[in-house]
């Protein structure tokens, strides 16, 4: 292949992908507002047509707005590929640094900074004006600039050892560096499982134990039926950011642990946060996690395999705008631009996902009670705006959980 020949194809796959995501988009929008009128027939005793006809308010807003930001980022990707723009920075790294690891690891480092400033205008917009809008957002100034601030430094913390590391890695160890790599990648990304409920959630949110003694009760005795240990049961103050409620499983081994958010304690009674908790311990029983784990894992080590070949080529560096082969700009170029090309595959992985959820609200119903969990399903659909009648098509593309009228009528199929 020749480096216009690449080019060629990166175009169309990216004009290809933006063009396929508008159209998804375009097929939400437009579906969400033809059936904005009724409630559909399996929710029209539970929820108001007040509160279905904000929802699709909310979601074609974030849709509209969720174009916007794909035309952005393909416009973005194509100016620091093809227009130019990592090999710009790649020789002010090199102005400063010289040829060395030092200039890989700035060069990657002025990309973060410079896509993370780039983005927060869509960021902001969405906080203060979409989520505001529609009642959400509880979130203020400090606690956004804060939020940032911590990320920044987290991700350099965590982040540039990293990535020194791994260009280290693809210089020294030969042809067979994506091995180290991987072995690298993933001790990394289980030392962050493990650290991050003791180390880093609490940098952003408080974390108490579960204030509710009888709820507490309740929920060691369910965890003692599904035989599941957890290092504790916590409440989160969510609503610091906003008023959607949720839950959540964080922690490998000893650090496992159970996180509530205050939100959600105020939304459900004590039967539907019971049957909540039982659908995410299906996803523990079912090993969910861990396939997706493995799954992840697996997918990365044919990535870098792959990446290990694209590298030696000098059509792949031409083909998108990069004249200085290097490490640094392989590994960037590579990252980059995987979307672009991988996108038909996304329905794969929401598939999988939609049927996880299948499995771990079949486990909730033996368990608890289906009937509790759809209470709670209704409620949550409710106060957090969630369409009941998404597209189909854009549901299968997207959609991680089955849309509301498959879930709970599979849910009452089981009650």
């Known amino acids: 292949m020749t480096a216009s020949q690449f080019s060629a194809l990166f175009v169309f796959a990216l004009a290809a992908s933006v063009l396929l995501q508008l159209w998804l988009a375009a097929r939400q929008i437009n579906h969400v507002r033809r059936n904005r009128s009724a409630v559909p027939e399996a929710f029209a005793g539970s929820i108001t047509l007040t509160s279905h006809q904000r929802a699709a308010d909310y979601t074609v807003e974030k849709t509209r707005f969720g174009m916007i930001s794909t035309v952005f980022e393909a ?63 509880q979130s203020t100034l400090a606690v956004f600039w804060g939020d940032l601030l911590k990320t920044a ?124 908790l039982a659908h995410e311990l299906g996803h523990f029983k079912r090993r969910h996690i861990v396939k997706r784990i493995i799954c992840t894992f697996v997918l990365m080590l044919g ?57 771990a609200d079949e486990y909730a119903a033996q368990q608890s009670s289906a009937r509790d969990l759809i209470n709670a399903l209704v409620k949550l659909y409710r106060d957090n705006a969630s369409t009941l009648t998404p597209d189909p098509l854009h549901s299968v593309y997207y959609d991680s959980h089955p849309p509301a009228s498959l879930r709970v009528a599979a849910l009452k199929r089981l009650a």
């Not at 690298?184 to 509710?212: H, Q």
């Not at 060691?220 to 959540?248: P, Q, T, W």
């Not at 792959?306 to 640094?328: H, K, P, R």
Request: proline share 3%; glycine share 10%.
């Open 75 to 137: 416009i973005m990707l194509a100016a620091f590929t093809l227009g130019g723009g990592i090999e710009w920075l790649m020789h002010i790294a090199q102005g400063w640094f010289g040829n060395g690891l030092a200039a890989g690891v700035c060069m990657i480092a002025m990309l973060a900074v410079i896509q993370t400033v780039l983005s927060l205008p869509f960021s902001w917009h969405s906080t203060f004006g979409i989520e505001a809008r529609y009642g959400f957002n």
């Open 153 to 276: 430094g987290i991700a350099a913390a965590l982040g540039l050892p990293l990535v020194t590391l791994v260009l280290w890695l693809m210089q020294q160890m030969g042809a067979h560096w994506w091995v180290w790599v991987w072995l690298t990648w993933m001790g990394f990304s289980l030392f962050v499982m493990w650290v991050f409920p003791t180390w880093i959630a609490p940098l952003f949110n408080k974390f108490e134990p579960l204030p509710d003694e009888s709820l507490r009760l309740r929920i060691e005795a369910l965890l003692n039926r599904c035989g599941f240990v957890a290092s504790g049961i916590f409440m989160m103050d969510g609503s610091k950011r906003s008023s959607h409620g949720n839950a959540y499983f964080t922690g490998l081994g000893k650090t496992k642990r159970i996180v509530f958010f205050d939100t959600l304690l105020k939304q459900l009674d004590g039967d539907e946060i019971e049957a909540v």
């Open 303 to 359: 990535l870098l395999w792959v990446l290990g070949q694209l590298m030696q080529e000098a059509w792949f560096y031409n083909g998108l705008g990069v004249q200085t082969q290097s490490t640094a700009a392989a590994l960037t170029l590579f990252f980059m631009v995987l979307p672009v090309f991988t996108f038909l595959f996304a329905p794969i992985g929401s598939w999988l996902s939609r049927k996880h959820e299948f499995e």
